[in-house]
């Protein structure tokens, strides 16, 4: 099994003659992969990290981040203790304090008392960061503290990555966490647009070893097509690569609608009984033509065609998109039209194609109608967009916070995340953290943007939290179950302990164990299923079944009621053989539930079970696309695009030494043939402007990338003043969001435009 840029500390050596204290197994919870981890003790330190052969999933594979939980877990920077600020020094930075852990609540309290006090509940908001939809205390901890905060003003980094999806899912299946993922292991033809997994390792795709499994599909005799502005990694590995303009997917999607409809090669299979509106898709797509998009798109119409022809021509199909698809204008309109394609050509819901996972925390609940999707409940006070999922888009958090009014934002918690480094218009959010009357982060390290709170509540770091991917095994290729139990010990809560502990402040409980609210949080999932019709414990005496719930921390209690009220759970007794927290702790390698099976129409939660192709805004954002895209030929300005890199995540792992050493990768990307007509050379600066900002880089010509495109990482901008990550301060880079204008959004899920930004490059 490869190992996808093994690292020397992945690598064996000479002690390997001496046998560790002990080997724990447990999941990577860095990424999206949920790789299984070896990992070898000795006087009580981490010795060694490799990948676990035995993973039911990964079998062996990881990547250079996998064995950097030893360097989180040791980092002197990493907060241990909360931290409580207590001025500014002369230079304006800020002093923290640290604290015990009552302390650190009893100020929070009082912040909070005094904010509501003053401005009322509305002044209070919450941002979310990506780290939280890998933290088991957190999923099953975050509802009742989002309750409690009950605030209309919820922010995450959901509007700079995926909400297309949610929001295409929620019109098409009823249910915006309904996501279709690609069977890549069982395909004959993938086709990846704006991804590249050789680097991230896959999104709303968990697939452990994904190079090796899109090497499998052309091993095997599939195919795999990669359509970026980038020559990626995946797109080196790949059959084919296509070039296209950035943000005009949904105008490429359009018109592999338009030609299969105009060939007849539209073959819905199974979906058919249940998908409507087809008529109005043709009429819709009918102004994409292949030539017509070819201008647009840069891609040239034959090869449209082709690509068209071959989706519907193989066997089964995967079409699967990602960031570089959702973070444009068009990123709902784009997600959906890849599963229009899927449906279009009988790839919805069957091996090969697009599948939706069945995930042993799922609740089972008899067939019934569902409700329509609703958006736009409220709205962002400054700007007017629209609530989707609700959350308002993280663009207008600046705005929000800064803008005086009825409403405006005097309060801020932050959960895992670093908005200064990972939203719009950086240097504005940053500008408006520090004017916050009161902040709350609950957060590992002193950032970019934590530095701006009043209390960090940092919880332990991985190794020392048990793990479950709750969010992720909704989104894999395959139905896993695998629970990681702690490795170190630690007098440092957990988010579980912490996320309680907070709701009962916001809640004003006047009480401080947290128990209450595991306890609490138990109780709910199991009354909630002794009372639902067709659940595996309904009936049952709850009292009973809540004496039988096993864990060491809340989070696991709560997960296991979760797994054992699940489709594969024991039932407490029902199903013997079925899962529980217990049965998975003693399959350390985790639990293969088996691939994909059909799912649809059950678990359609649309209303009446039905997909309607007319029902939510495509028909009309395919409207408004036509007219931009008239817009788009006549504009030839340079276009940025973001990119990741394999030793990076986001902005928060640049202070692990073993990933950021080496040449400088915080480099704009530019194809030699615009350095050339912009008097660039390679290794020399750029001064690189948007609408909103301005940044000085270093520059990389590279045909990598495509002309009239350039690439920057995001999640530099390092060293700021009062943040403590030593590392990071040392790799600095630039911040790419300085440049992204947070007014660019895609209206229907209020996702940020972060590819296809307008920019002008000079030399510097
Ligand atoms: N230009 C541009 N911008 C982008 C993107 C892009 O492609 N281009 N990508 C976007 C995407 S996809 C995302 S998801 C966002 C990410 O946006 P954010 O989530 O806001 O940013 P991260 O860099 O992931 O910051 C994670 C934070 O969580 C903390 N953390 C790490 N582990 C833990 C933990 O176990 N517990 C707690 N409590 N805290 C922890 C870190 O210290 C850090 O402060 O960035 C987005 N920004
Ligand atoms: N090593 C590493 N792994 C990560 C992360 C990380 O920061 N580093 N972040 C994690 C997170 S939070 C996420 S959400 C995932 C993201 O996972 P991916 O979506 O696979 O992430 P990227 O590597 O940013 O790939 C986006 C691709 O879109 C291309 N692109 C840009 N604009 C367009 C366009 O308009 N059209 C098309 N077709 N392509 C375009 C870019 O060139 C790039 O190759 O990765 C996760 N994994
Ligand atoms: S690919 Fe993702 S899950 Fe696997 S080792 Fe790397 S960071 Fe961890
Ligand atoms: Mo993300």
């Not at 923290?96 to 009322?120: N, P, Q, Y």
């Not at 592999?256 to 058919?272: F, K, P």
């Not at 699940?566 to 039932?571: I, K, L, M, T, W």
């Not at 402007?689 to 995001?714: I, N």
Request: proline share 7%.
């Amino acid at each position: 099994m490869r190992r996808n840029g093994t690292s020397p500390a992945t690598m064996g050596s000479m002690s390997d003659a001496v046998p560790p204290d002990r080997i724990v197994f447990r999941t990577c919870p860095l990424c999206e992969a949920t790789c299984g981890l070896q990992i070898e003790i000795e006087d009580g330190a981490v010795k060694r990290i490799r990948g676990d052969q035995d993973d039911v999933f990964s079998k062996g594979f990881i990547c250079p981040k996998g064995s950097t939980l030893k360097q989180l877990y040791e980092d002197p920077d990493r907060l241990r203790k909360p931290v409580v600020r207590r001025g500014f020094n002369a230079a304006g930075a800020p002093i923290f304090d640290e604290v015990e852990w009552d302390e650190a609540f009893a100020v929070v309290a009082e912040k909070l008392a005094a904010v509501r006090e003053a401005h009322g509940n509305e002044a209070v908001g919450v941002y979310l960061g990506n780290p939280n939809a890998h933290n088991l205390g957190w999923n099953t901890h975050s509802r009742i503290f989002l309750k409690s905060i009950g605030s209309r003003s919820m922010f995450s980094a959901s509007t700079v990555d995926q909400m297309p999806r949610h929001v295409a899912s929620g019109y098409l299946y009823g249910n915006g966490l309904r996501m279709p993922v690609p069977d890549m292991d069982r395909t004959d033809l993938l086709v990846l647009l704006g991804t590249n997994p050789f680097v991230s390792n896959g999104s709303i795709c968990t697939a452990p070893g994904y190079p090796d499994r899109i090497e499998a599909v052309s091993a095997r005799g599939g195919r795999v097509i990669v359509i970026d502005p980038a020559r990626t990694r995946t797109a080196e590995a790949a059959d084919q690569h296509i070039r296209i303009r950035p943000g005009t997917d949904a105008v490429l999607l359009a018109a592999l609608a338009h030609h299969l409809i105009a060939t007849d090669q539209v073959s819905m299979g199974r979906v058919a009984a249940f998908v409507d509106g087809f008529d109005q898709l043709h009429a819709a797509v009918e102004p994409f033509s292949p030539d017509a998009a070819a201008t647009i798109t840069g891609i040239d119409a034959n090869t449209i065609r082709a690509l068209a022809d071959e989706i519907a021509a193989a066997a089964t199909a995967a079409v699967h998109g990602r960031i570089g698809t959702t973070t444009v204008e068009f990123g709902t309109l784009t997600t959906w039209l890849i599963d229009v394609i899927a449906i279009l050509t009988g790839n919805l819901d069957e091996p090969g194609g697009s599948m939706f996972p069945h995930s042993a925390v799922e609740r089972v609940r008899p067939n019934r109608k569902g409700r329509p999707y609703r958006v736009g409940r409220w709205s962002s006070r400054v700007n007017g967009n629209p609530e989707v999922q609700g959350e308002l888009p993280v663009g207008d958090l600046p705005d929000e916070i800064l803008e005086p009014g009825d409403g405006q934002l005097k309060m801020m918690f932050t959960v895992a995340g670093n908005p200064v480094l990972s939203c719009p218009d950086g240097d504005r959010m940053d500008e408006a953290f520090a004017s916050l009357e009161a902040m709350v982060s609950v957060d590992i390290y002193l950032n970019e943007t934590t530095r701006h709170a009043d209390v960090i509540l940092p919880p332990g770091s991985p190794l020392e939290k048990d793990h479950f991917d709750i969010g992720f095994y909704n989104l894999s290729i395959r139905n896993v179950a695998n629970f990681s139990p702690v490795v170190f010990e630690t007098d440092q809560p957990g988010e579980d302990d912490i996320i309680a502990r907070l709701s009962m402040i916001v809640a004003g409980m006047g009480e401080s164990d947290p128990n209450v609210v595991h306890d609490q949080l138990v109780r709910q999932i199991l009354g909630n299923d002794v009372r639902a019709e067709g659940s595996p414990v309904e009936g049952r005496n709850e009292d009973q079944l809540a004496a039988m719930i096993t864990g060491e921390s809340g989070a696991e209690r709560v997960l296991d009621a979760l797994i054992r009220t699940g489709p594969y759970g024991d039932g407490f007794g029902a199903n013997p053989d079925g899962l529980s927290v217990e049965k998975l702790r003693t399959n350390p390698h985790g639990i293969d539930l088996g691939p994909l099976g059909p799912r649809l129409p059950a678990a359609l939660d649309t209303e009446e079970k039905r997909i309607d192709l007319w029902a939510g805004p495509f028909l009309d954002e395919l409207a408004r696309l036509e007219a931009r895209a008239v817009e788009w030929a006549a504009d030839d300005r340079l276009r940025l695009i973001g990119r990741r890199h394999l030793r990076s995540n986001n902005s928060w792992m640049h202070n692990v030494n073993v990933l950021v050493k080496g040449k400088p990768r915080c480099t704009l990307q530019v194809n030699p043939a615009d350095a050339t007509g912009l008097g660039l050379i390679d290794g020399g600066r750029a001064a690189i402007r948007s609408r909103v900002g301005e940044l000085t880089v270093d520059v990389e010509v590279t045909d990598v990338m495509m002309p009239g495109v350039v690439s920057l990482p995001h999640g530099w901008g390092h060293g700021r003043s009062g943040a403590r990550m030593t590392v990071a301060a040392a790799n600095a880079g630039v911040n790419s969001n300085v440049l992204t204008d947070p007014v660019a959004l895609d209206p229907v899920s209020g996702t940020s435009v972060l590819n296809g930004i307008p920019v002008e490059v000079a030399p510097a």
